[in-house]
């Protein structure tokens, strides 16, 4: 019997186990090591920033960025409802009363007319979203924030990484940004993340609260003969095993990007002949936008569709998947937000997407097959 395609699959593209070895020759396991640092170089250059932080998770990276700007009970900061569910919990465990807002229906980021809608004085963050690594629409986005000095944005650009807008690095935007390189995603080393600093007044203290409030970095580098406890935080760095490995996958960046633009670009021309008749619609990436290529996704006409398509390329032996449950509607969204619930977009699209099998090593016969099936399977609808 032919295998299953699954969804997402993750590959080896360079040196990652040799530099894993050499990371355990340097016996430095721990965080804030040799590769850790490289890979914060690179990461760094990449989006102009003051400094990247390795973190665990991207999720870290988020509370991280949280911890950072002082977010309290009674403090509100807007998110996507349309996001995985780090975007948001980051800010609610620190007491902050969520605001969902909903997507526009073309990138499916952020809505900036919603969001201009529910701004006012208590907002202290808004975290947009660039989904499925195209650039959601920022401009706006920091066009409708302008004017309220204690509000700070934070891209969670955990699909975006080598992304641009308007010729600018996705990630840059905000007064800091999020990454991850979880299994799932373009540069993996299993769960890892980062926070990006675009400022240079937040270095020093994005680098303490990464280690557990201690100052043992300044330490490390020289710069104080103690290290000590200066402030709060927690235990965010990533080992640097995992940021030796992480490291092969990123110096190989130009070749992992361009075989997914690849994978999507077969897609998309496969695929645009049946939009007419078939009834469903294709992803865009605006002009003014590179995308990151992170995931392929087909618009079906509606939730009953998709769900059957879901089970029908399953039988197939290929994998597909929705993306995401809306957070405005679930249980511990509802506990924490304060807005009227309403995001009839975000409702709409997670109830019609249908992710395709989409990796660095997907082959054109097996994009032959996911795209019979996924035909077989509307058809037989
Ligand atoms: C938009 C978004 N933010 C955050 C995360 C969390 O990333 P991590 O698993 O690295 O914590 C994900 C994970 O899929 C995501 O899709």
Request: glycine share 10%; proline share 4%.
């Amino acid at each position: 019997m032919t295998e299953t395609i699954p969804l997402s699959e993750p590959s080896l593209e360079g040196n990652e186990l040799a530099y894993l070895d050499d990371a355990i020759g340097q016996r430095h396991l721990s965080a804030l090591g040799e590769y850790s640092r490289k890979c914060s170089e690179l990461l760094g250059a990449a989006h102009g920033a003051a400094d990247v932080v390795m973190t665990t998770s991207c999720t870290d990276a988020l509370e991280l960025s949280a911890l950072l700007l002082g977010i309290e009970p009674g403090d509100v900061v807007v998110v996507p409802s349309f996001t995985y569910v780090s975007t948001a919990l980051a800010f609610a465990r620190q007491g902050a009363t969520i605001r969902f807002c909903d997507i526009e229906p073309v990138t499916f980021g952020m809505d900036p007319n919603h969001l201009e809608a529910l701004l006012d004085g208590s907002v202290r963050a808004v975290v947009p979203v660039h989904y499925a690594g195209v650039g959601c629409d920022i401009e706006d986005i920091l066009n409708a924030t302008q004017g309220l000095p204690h509000l700070d944005v934070v891209e969670d650009n955990a699909h975006g990484l080598f992304g641009s807008y308007r010729g600018e690095p996705l990630g840059s935007f905000g007064r800091f940004s999020t990454l991850s390189f979880h299994e799932t995603k373009n540069f993996v080393c299993g769960e890892g993340g980062a926070l990006v600093v675009n400022r240079p007044g937040d270095v020093e203290r994005a680098r303490i609260l990464n280690d557990k409030g201690t100052n043992r970095g300044a330490f490390l580098r020289g710069q104080v003969d103690r290290h000590t406890w200066v402030d709060t935080g927690s235990s965010f760095g990533l080992s640097d095993m995992l940021a030796a490995f992480l490291y092969g996958q990123l110096e190989r960046r130009s070749e992992i990007l361009a075989k997914r633009k690849v994978v999507f670009e077969r897609y998309q021309v496969m695929l645009e002949g049946g939009q007419r008749d078939g009834g469903y619609s294709l992803p865009v990436v605006p002009e003014d936008r590179r995308s990151a290529y992170h995931m392929y996704y087909v618009i079906l006409p509606d939730r009953a569709t998709r769900d059957a398509v879901i089970d029908g390329m399953r039988v197939r032996g290929v994998a597909s998947a929705f993306h995401y449950v809306p957070l405005h509607s679930s249980p511990y969204g509802l506990e924490v937000s304060d807005g009227d619930g309403e995001c009839p977009v975000t409702d709409d699209v997670a109830g019609r997407l249908l992710r395709l099998p989409f990796y660095n090593n997907l082959s054109e016969s097996q994009a032959d097959r996911v795209v019979e099936a996924f035909l077989a399977a509307l058809a037989a609808c």
